[in-house]
């Protein structure tokens, strides 16, 4: 099984003229990282940003900004600059740092990659150094496992400006370091998953990950019995200690080639078909499947797992998700506080909009408080909904600071409601 010693890690995001998100940086990005705030702060946006270029990668530039409404809808509002992402990533611990640049603006042809970079330092002194570099299709990598700033660079022109240079190069073996960064952002797994789509009774036929939606789990299950068995098998027990009275699941190929996703319930005899079964136990199992998929995805975006699942069942998730970051990175949008009692303050980023309406955000742990508040036995969840948090209360001005004044009168009263 894979390690935490295996898998890249995002250390640092920046977004620019995104939407909301007119210039927006998350730093220090942990294996689990959890968005919180309220209605409109930016967290389906900063979601957004990791699915679209997920989809930049996959599909291509043009489709992923015309899907959303190109830049008269993407760009922020009164901005006329280009849209900026841009990661700092180790593709293993003690790595060098990388940094990643894209800036893409449109013209009246469509979108084009303004200016993409890839930088390094080699050592432990000097400057970094970009062995990629291209603007609107022209520029050149510097090939090689370990690029070197004295090395020759390459000048390789692009077909079109909007081809991005590290999914076109990153297919050629000679460009090590750009096809790792290629397959890292291509193996990302963004959910928008729907409970209605995992009842599908899709073609008969084994599928190792979970589409976006759902809508192939049962393959995906079949997969796992045939394949698997061992991870079918835990995640089955994971089932079972949350779910009272679950007993198995099943994917049967029909006659007429359809695939089958029964549920079976103690003490009836027979099995329930999936369109019958319960909405939380469905999803549950579906976000089971990409946790404990044998080879997982090297990135996990799930947007409120809360839907459908019991309260209850959500610090058990939040456990879950502790234990798939060992394995790869997760990024977790939430309005629950039951899934933040799961959470450490570090890990939880608050997003809120100023008076200008620009999304900002702040990591918890870095409230005044808190931590006071964590040592006499709080949790978050309680904290949050005790106005703790200020800046994403839904009823409080979003653009008021937040502050904390004085020291944890003790965990009694930030405990209330366990």
Same mark, same amino acid.
């Not at 192939?216 to 299950?221: E, G, H, K, Q, R």
């Not at 190929?253 to 089958?260: E, I, W």
């Given at each position: 099984m894979a390690t935490s010693t295996m898998v890249p890690r995002i250390e640092n995001l920046r977004v620019q003229n995104f939407r909301a998100l007119k210039d927006i940086e998350l730093q220090n990005i942990t294996p689990l990282t959890v968005l919180l705030g309220p209605n409109g702060s930016g967290k389906s946006t900063l979601f957004d940003v990791f699915n679209?270029?997920?989809?930049c990668f996959?599909?291509?530039l043009r489709q992923a900004w015309d899907r959303r409404g190109r830049g008269k809808e993407l760009k922020t509002r009164g901005s006329e600059g280009p849209v900026v992402i841009e990661l700092k990533y180790r593709e293993r611990p003690k790595t060098p740092l990388i940094t990643?640049?894209?800036s893409i603006d449109e013209t009246p042809k469509g979108p084009v990659v303004a200016e993409e970079w890839l930088a390094w330092k080699r050592g432990l002194h000097g400057r970094p150094f970009r062995f990629l570099e291209y603007r609107h299709g022209t520029g050149g990598v510097i090939s090689g496992e370990h690029p070197d700033e004295k090395d020759q660079r390459q000048e390789v022109p692009l077909r079109a400006p909007d081809l991005i240079a590290v999914n076109t190069l990153g297919q050629i073996a000679q460009h090590p370091r750009v096809a790792a960064l290629r397959d890292f952002i291509t193996d990302w797994y963004v959910s928008y998953l729907s409970v209605d789509s995992t009842r599908a009774q899709p073609e008969s036929g084994p599928q190792n990950r979970l589409s976006k939606t759902g809508d192939?789990?049962?393959?995906?299950?079949q997969y796992l019995m045939e394949s698997h068995k061992d991870q079918f098998d835990r995640i089955m027990q994971v089932l079972r200690a949350r779910i009272p009275r679950l007993e198995r699941i099943d994917a049967s !190929?029909?006659?007429?080639?359809?695939?089958?996703l029964q549920v079976k319930d103690a003490p009836f005899e027979?099995?329930?078909l999936s369109k019958f079964a319960s909405d939380g136990t469905l999803k549950m199992l579906a976000y089971l499947t990409v946790l404990y998929d044998p080879t997982p995805p090297q990135f996990i975006g799930i947007e409120e797992p809360e839907n459908f699942l019991h309260p209850r069942l959500l610090p058990e998730l939040g456990e879950e998700c502790h234990r798939a970051a060992e394995r790869t990175q997760l990024l977790v949008t939430?309005?629950?506080p039951f899934f933040l009692n799961s959470c450490r303050p570090q890990e939880v980023r608050i997003l809120y909009r100023d008076e200008q309406g620009f999304t900002q955000v702040r990591t918890a742990s870095d409230i005044q408080g808190i931590a006071d508040f964590m040592d006499a036995g709080a949790s978050l969840g309680h904290l949050w909904m005790e106005g703790h948090f200020g800046m994403s209360d !839904?009823?409080?001005n979003q653009g008021a600071p937040c502050s904390l004044v004085g020291t944890a009168p003790g965990a009694k009263r930030s405990r209330r409601g366990d």
């Open positions: 679209f270029l997920s989809e996959q599909s291509g990643y640049h894209l192939n789990l049962p393959n995906v299950i !190929p029909m006659p007429d080639g359809r695939l089958l027979q099995p329930v939430t309005h629950s !839904p009823l409080r």
